[in-house]
């Protein structure tokens, strides 16, 4: 099956500092993967489409300047939280789209990042 | 804007009995639906997709219906044991087609 696979699983930073999350696809190429936020008893809210070779796409209301996505190859995407703040301490989650020639897409998510910025 | 409801925020039931989920959506016609478990700290695993001209889908212990009239979909564990004890989610594509967006799940306990 396809493994997606998230580091670190969880971090813990002082405020103003910057933390990167990295995403990776195992045993698949993802031209596309999604980077969610989930807090506690809440759904999970996507912040933006990475796709590779090109600019992210950010959810209204997602500041691009502070979550910065670099998907620079087939396999890795990357998230940085610019200097963070307590606000930003959730459950950092990331997916790849599979599309199977015939089938639907599944989307195949990382274990998840917990962040804690003291 | 789309909207997912998942009514039940949690749902108790013994060991062998069926559990059942309720899925609603609004403001949408999705193509397919589909239905992830999420394990505290961890991340979904999808389990279930059911399209738009399915009206059921079967996978070992899970059934999935599709009422696209009603715009719900229920979601059944049969002979629920308490290792299915987790956060299920339903899920639909955007209205754009280019991501899933997420109901906030039902917290399933099945107690032995």
């Known amino acids: 099956g396809a493994v997606v696979s998230q580091h670190p699983s969880r971090v813990i930073c002082k405020s103003g500092t910057s933390v990167k999350i990295e995403c990776r696809s195992l045993?698949?190429?993802?031209?596309?993967m999604f980077w969610y936020r989930q807090f506690p008893k809440q759904s999970l809210m996507l912040m933006a489409t990475?796709?590779?070779?090109?600019?992210?796409?950010?959810e209204q209301g997602v500041e691009k300047d502070k979550f910065l996505i670099n998907h620079a190859s087939l396999t890795l995407s990357t998230l940085t939280v610019t200097s963070a703040h307590p606000e930003d301490s959730s459950f950092y989650i990331c997916?790849?789209?599979?599309?199977?020639?015939?089938?639907?897409?599944?989307?195949?998510f990382g274990p998840g990042t917990r962040l804690l910025v003291l | 804007s789309q909207k997912i409801e998942q009514n039940s925020e949690a749902l108790n039931i013994q060991e062998g009995k069926t559990a059942t989920l309720t899925c609603n959506y609004t403001?949408?016609?999705?193509?397919?639906l589909q239905w992830y478990r999420q394990d505290p700290g961890r991340g979904p695993v999808f389990l279930l997709l059911?399209?738009?001209?399915?009206k059921e889908k079967r996978k070992e212990r899970l059934k999935v219906t599709f009422d696209t009239t009603l715009k719900q979909s229920l979601f059944h564990i049969t002979a629920s044991q308490p290792a299915d004890s987790a956060t299920y989610l339903c899920?639909?594509?955007?209205?754009?087609?280019?991501?899933?967006?997420f109901g906030k799940g039902t917290t399933l306990s099945v107690s032995s």
């Open positions: 997916s790849a789209r599979v599309v199977r020639v015939g089938q639907q897409e599944t989307q195949y």
């Open positions: 990475s796709n590779e070779g090109s600019k992210a796409t950010y």
């Open positions: 899920a639909l594509l955007n209205q754009a087609g280019t991501a899933l967006i």
């Open positions: 045993d698949f190429q993802a031209t596309t």
């Open positions: 403001n949408y016609s999705p193509a397919y």
């Open positions: 059911i399209r738009e001209n399915e």
